[in-house]
């Protein structure tokens, strides 16, 4: 039997168990044995006075806990607890309790041209932006986005898709046509990504920035400050952002700007006033300017 592998996070309240097989298309979040009325499996996990609270996604089940263990004393009793338990159920999940309607809504963002609609299934776990028609032919729902012609640049990511509109419709003309098609798309179970698509590489030119990729310790050290304070507050404005260098000479960090952020008028004070003020607060000494992509 394949084994499930324990993975530590950069939060140290939290641990992911990533098994060997997918365990839902769909994103939950517990925070109580009476939020788990689907899981028998999360409901016993609730039993143990260390949970806090419990994320399943795709192949992964994620658990914060308490302050009153550490992870080295109970992570493998949490493994054992997950091998028996889908050694004897073929699901996490009960068979009748599993959401089946699919629901989408939309959310305005600080870019007046880009809208996130939310669903309450997973759709990917990459990061997928779309910026033309030529670049949607991996990508089925982004090819079916473009049939409609005021569909400008598309990105998916996690449970929503942010789109870029062009000046050929206002948002309250054509919200509830696309909120309608995402909804029939998803219902019907079609294919988000296909099997060939590839991520396409930043253009480390753009902008006369000239750098290359970077991994020392000041970098991986930027990742994690990205990934637990900003990265969630970019998600929830329907974009994304990704760390592309540090030079340790001018001691200048290289970054994207993707879904929403991309081409949004108010995207340069989040750059000084958000990303660059937190790192410099939370990194000291080490940060001097953050330049982005779009």
Sequence with gaps: MAQIHIEKTNNPAI???????????????????????????????????????????????????????????VQNELKEIFEAYIAQHDSVFEQNDSPSVIEVYAESTPNPNAQKFVTNKLLTSQNIEVLTPDEAKDVPLAVELYQFPYVKEIFISQNYVSIIKNDQADWFEINIEIRDFLKQYLQSDQRIVSKDYQPKTPDHQEENIAFQPTHDS??????????????????GDGGNIQFLSYQPETKEVNVLLQGACNGCPSSTVTLKNGIEATLKQLLPGKIELVNALN
């Design 15 to 73: 641990i992911k168990y990533i098994f060997p097989k997918m365990l839902t298309k769909e994103s939950f979040e517990y925070n109580s044995v009476e939020d788990a009325q689907n899981s028998s499996l999360v409901q016993q996990l609730f039993h143990l006075p260390f949970v806090k609270k419990v994320f399943i996604s795709t192949n992964f089940i994620a658990i914060e806990r308490f302050e009153i263990v550490s992870w080295g004393e």
């Design 218 to 235: 000041v970098s991986k050290e930027i990742i994690a400050v990205l990934e637990e304070y900003i990265k969630p507050a970019v998600a």
